[in-house]
Structures are given as structure tokens and as C-alpha cells.
């Protein structure tokens, strides 16, 4: 993994931490959990405060999530909120917690400056040991702590604010008056500075989740629907009404679910011509075509003359793989119909020509689901499904992993917004 963490394609944009105030309020979140404080003088934490340096050091890359489910956070600075999320067993997690920053910004803002914020993002289940488990939760609340008991001295003021003014007599009780000035010191005035983070619970909407090797679950008003391997723990089991149950083996009722709940783009000239999908597809079929027939050869020096050359050289290869010449058939036909007569087209290649809708809600958890039907294309992998990017690259040979590297650093790094939009429509 050193070739990515040097590339930034792995725990990249995350934040230096390296204050000793701000170390030292780190290790009280984590005494608090209780876990070893770090004896690092310097690390890196995302959006939830999870730092790939710590979990070597405790040898224990889910410390903030110990079961994987109430994920552990822990805030030290408002500017987490423009970080990403690098460690999670849900792919709404990174949703959730901006949403808690953007919903209590003002007292995430006054709390950060005396304080740390660490808590679970808690639901109704504790343990994940079925399908069940994961469609009963519905919402999540984040119990929210801080080491130094801002929130707590802050909502202890608050109630002798309100019996100051609710009792005639109390500005006769000289204690409580000194405890009133104690506590301002620590908590300022609370009628300006809101240090209560008051939106907690959040909705769990559609989801992938790590648990029993990759689960996708998506909510629409009167079903939901979980795809998944067949031997997953629950699969079909209850509620056959409220749930609907999709082999991710099964590529053709897997699309007719993504189309007829429009989550979908078919492929029509009106966005395909002007993106350059179908080449960037052909492109990664070859390049895995490439590495199937011999894994150590050397890419470095290819172009399109050098690709159109080995596909000549290769022809029987192309021909029995049936993905190219698929794509280049595709291709004609969009630009001589306006469209692609989707029906005719076995079902696991009309992955190879669809993106998700880009202004559906699920855009992104549906462009991760149709990378799991396209694994030759590592780009898409890597934009939408890192776990499983990062998993392919495992089996990589190292010359292989030089080559997806270096690809896309000149494709995807190089301008991720763009790129975003040009393939796949999305303008977040």
C-alpha cells in the first residue's frame, strides 16, 4: 500500500495533527473509549477522527468501530467537515457526519475551542449477525461527549440561568451564584455561544455495508431492496412484503430493479457521445485484457497506436473476451439510432454502457453497485468503491499496480470534479 499512500490514492486529504493541546485532547477521547493513548508526536485523522497511524499503533484498524456498527467519533476541529471518511463498514457514514457537523455547526465551532467532542453514532443494534439486523435501523443518534464536561457544565448552567429567572428569591443564593460564575469561565455566555449540539438523530437511508462481504440495501416508498450473495445470513428469510431480495449474482434482475426505479441512465446518444463512456470503458476492458494474457508487461510507454496494435495482435483474445467488440457494436449504434436496444444486449455487458441517474439521491451507492459488475474498469472502482479497488489491488503484480497507478493519477486525480463530470454526469 506504500505506492498509494505515496500517490495520495489511499488516506489522502486527511488532517496533520500535530499540536501537543490537541494530541493531548485526542488521547482523552480515546482513554475514554477506553483505548492506549498514543505516544505519536504527529498523525493524520479523517472526518470522524480516525487515524491510519493510531490503528497501527494499537494494532487495530476498526478502534472507532469495534463491531462495525456505532461508529466511534471523535471531533477536534470544525475542519474535519471538509475531509473525507477512510475507514468505514457503512458508505453513508461520511453522509451522516457532515450532516451532524452542518446541523450543529455554532456549537461544534465554541465546543472545539476548549474541548473535544468524541461519542458513538448510535443505533438500535448492537451486533450485526443477520440481514435483519442491518433493515432495523432505521435512525441513528449521535451520543455526544466532550472529555473537559463542556456539554455537561454548559446544560448545568443553563438550568441555574432558568432558576435565576424563575425564582424570585435565587439571586439571594451566593453559591449558586459563584457556581454560576465558575461555570461561565469555562462555558462563556450560553445565551450566544450554543454548546448543546441540538440535531442528533439523522435518518439511515440507502446503504452499502462491509458486513458478510458486501451488502447493499435501497429504500423506496413501499419496498426496500437488498442485494447480496444468496448465503448471506437472513437472505429471504422475513417480510417478504417490505423486502425484496436480489442475488448479486444476478445481473439481469439486478439491472431491472436500477431501471425500473430510475436509478439509471440507458445509454443514449445524449450523454454518451459527448462523454467519451464507451471509449474509457473499451479502454479498460483492453488494459485488463492486457494484464489477463501477460501480468508483468510494460505499459509504461502506451498509446492508442499501441493499444490498437495489440488488439490486431490479439485478435482472437478481443473476439472470445467479447467486451471490445461489444462496446465498438455499441458505440455505432448509438450514433446511428440516438440509443441502445438495451433489451437485446445479455444482461452482465449492459453494465459495460449504463451510469447511475446523476440526479437520484442513490447516485453514487448505484455507480458502486455497477462496479461490482465492471471490475476491469479500476477507474470507476476506485471513484466509487474503494474497498473493493482496494481489494483488486491486492492481487496486483507490482509492475500492474505502477500502471493503475500512474493511470490514474493522469486521469482521475488530475482533476476529480471534472472528471466526475464528463463520465458520470455528477456535479458534487
Known sequence: MDLLRDNELIYGR?????????IERYNKALTAFGLKPTKLKKFEIDRTGFSPQIAEELGDYHYLDPNEVNRRFIILTPAQVDLPVVHTAFSNTSQLVYEFFQGNQRAIDALTIKDVIYGEIEDSVQKVEDIEDLLSINQVEFKVLSAEDVLGKAAELGRLVDRLKQEPDAWRDNAMLERMVELAKICGDIRENALVPDQVIFRHNAFWTSHFGGIYVFVDPDMTTVISDPTT???RRSRPWQVSYLSIRDADRVFRFLASTGRIELPR??????????????????????????????????DKVWLQTWIHNHADLVARDGNFPFLNAAKREITQLGHLRIEEVPPLQRFLVIRARPDHPD????NRLISDFVPQDFVSRYVFNKQGFYADYESYTERWRRQVVDILKTTYLKDKAAFRARLYGLTD
Not at 363 to 366: G, H, S
Open 269 to 302: 446518444g445524449s450523454w454518451i457521445e459527448s462523454s467519451g463512456y464507451l471509449e474509457h470503458r473499451a479502454e479498460m476492458v483492453i488494459r485488463s485484457l492486457i494484464r489477463t494474457a501477460d501480468p508483468n508487461a510494460d505499459l509504461s510507454a502506451v
Open 14 to 22: 486527511l488532517l496533520t495533527i500535530e499540536e501537543p493541546h490537541l
Open 233 to 235: 445470513p437472513g437472505f
Open 363 to 366: 447516485a453514487w451507492l448505484t
